[in-house]
């Protein structure tokens, strides 16, 4: 979209909770939270008690564990 007081496009960042994460992952909601205690999962963001993963880091993420075989990665 268009800023208005800048006058350019700028991105719009996509948030979502824990549990759309995971349905877009395919994993349960526990194993998202196991994760972010590990450093295994995408990252996240934390404020306060609220954890938000955005869309783009949940892609990216997905895509740096893409195999073509089990023992060649893409």
Not at 19 to 48: D, H
Not at 62 to 70: G, P
Request: net charge positive.
């Amino acid at each position: 979209f268009v800023c208005p007081e800048k006058g350019s496009y700028m991105a719009i960042r996509m948030f979502v909770t824990t549990r759309q994460a995971a349905k877009i992952l395919g994993y349960a909601e526990k194993t998202l939270r196991n994760w972010r205690v590990s450093g295994e999962g995408p990252v996240f963001i934390r404020r306060s008690h609220s954890v938000r993963y955005e869309l783009s880091e949940i892609y990216a993420w997905a895509d740096a564990h893409r195999f073509r075989t089990t023992g060649h990665k893409v």
